[in-house]
């Protein structure tokens, strides 16, 4: 059974950063793709970076691109986000998800994903 958990989440500053762990576990993620969507109070569900477990081709959605850095460690099966120069507009809650075989066209649908984490808080607030 897969399960997702991620930390890392707080309150910071406007032009700080902060940076979320997911830790993956119940199988092998070779052939997955690992993803950071995001849930603003009410708004939809908004993807933000994702990453190929194996060879590790990144994708960024335009809002983050030269702010935030998706990588993994798969020694401790584990994905980051590093998250820099933080907005207000970056305040939600995070979510790690992941899924196999996701073609590049639909990294970026929420629905292509099949295992999800509860979510960490993350507010950018002076």
């Known amino acids: 059974q897969v399960q997702l958990v991620e930390s890392g989440g707080g309150l910071v500053q406007p032009g700080y950063s902060l940076t979320l762990a997911c830790a993956a576990s119940?199988?092998?993620?070779?052939?997955?793709?690992m993803a950071w969507f995001r849930q603003a109070p009410g708004s939809e569900r908004e993807w933000v970076a994702a990453?190929?477990?194996?060879?590790?081709?990144?994708y960024y959605a335009d809002s983050v691109k030269g702010r935030f850095t998706i990588s993994r460690d798969s020694a401790k099966n584990t994905v980051y986000l590093q998250m820099n120069s933080l907005k207000p507009e970056d305040t939600g809650v995070y979510y790690c998800?992941?899924?196999?075989?996701?073609?590049?066209?639909?990294?970026?649908?929420?629905?292509?994903?099949?295992?999800w984490g509860q979510g960490t808080q993350v507010t950018v607030s002076s």
């Open positions: 119940g199988r092998t993620f070779s052939g997955h793709t």
């Open positions: 998800a992941t899924a196999y075989g996701v073609i590049t066209s639909s990294t970026y649908y929420a629905r292509s994903y099949h295992y």
């Open positions: 990453i190929r477990w194996s060879g590790g081709t990144t």
